[in-house]
T-cell receptor
Framework: DSGVTQTPKHLITATGQRVTLRCSPR?????VYWYQQSLDQGLQFLIHYYNGEERAKGNILERFSAQQFPDLHSELNLSSLELGDSALYFCASSELRTGIYYGYTFGSGTRLTVV | EDQVTQSPEALRLQEGESSSLNCSYT??????LFWYRQDPGKGPEFLFTLYSAGEEKEKERLKATLTKKESFLHITAPKPEDSATYLCASESYNTDKLIFGTGTRLQVFP
């Protein structure tokens, strides 16, 4: 157990629907990163939050949004789902705004299947 | 735009056959270069962070090195349990992004 908790582990939903993925970072970690991992594209950076504030955005679709709450957990909302959104979604956390001192710790991911 | 490219995409080794994985990076203001190991269906596991050219770090059969343009992950006398995908990532001072390469899938056969 890495200490980063992602729920749910698996999610199957229909096209057009909306889902929420949840990430609880390790205790004391202020930074949360979200990634999408498809078979053919590797780990794609979506968004980075630090202590509740958005720090950086990747190629995140307009249908996707995220936030980090005062208790530091984060949620990734995916709406108007398409078949191509099927992927593993990972979150990672670090103590500081950067992970260079202790690395980033990843959760075990949420596998989203859109049918 | 920051970019990380890994090669080869896949590597098959006999147990004990040493080799190297390559990570080329183009990053404006490199803050750190990371190596991760990922097993199928699991989250990446942190291995090393390198900060500056010339730096080296070791862990068991793995040794990571860094130049101004590339990083190498050397695997000495690999064992079947070293089979995994190895990911390289860069973090920039300028963007606060952690960008990953597509990884090298390593298979070690007994």
């Amino acid at each position: 157990d890495s200490g980063v908790t992602q729920t749910p582990k698996h999610l199957i939903t229909a096209t057009g629907q909306r889902v929420t993925l949840r990430c609880s970072p390790r205790s004391g970690d202020l930074s949360v990163y979200w990634y999408q991992q498809s078979l053919d594209q590797g780990l794609q950076f979506l968004i980075h939050y630090y202590n509740g504030e958005e720090r950086a955005k990747g190629n995140i679709l307009e249908r996707f949004s995220a936030q980090q709450f005062p208790d530091l957990h984060s949620e990734l909302n995916l709406s108007s789902l398409e078949l191509g959104d099927s992927a593993l979604y990972f979150c990672a956390s670090s103590e500081l705004r950067t992970g260079i001192y202790y690395g980033y710790t990843f959760g075990s991911g949420t596998r989203l299947t859109v049918v | 735009e920051d970019q990380v490219t890994q090669s080869p995409e896949a590597l098959r080794l006999q147990e004990g056959e040493s080799s190297s994985l390559n990570c080329s990076y183009t990053v404006s203001g490199l803050r750190g270069l990371f190596w991760y190991r990922q097993d199928p269906g699991k989250g990446p596991e942190f291995l090393f962070t390198l900060y500056s050219a010339g730096e080296e770090k070791e862990k068991e059969r793995l040794k990571a090195t860094l130049t101004k343009k590339e990083s190498f992950l050397h695997i000495t006398a690999p064992k079947p349990e070293d089979s995994a995908t190895y990911l390289c990532a860069s973090e920039s001072y300028n963007t606060d992004k952690l960008i990953f390469g597509t990884g090298t899938r390593l298979q070690v056969f007994p």
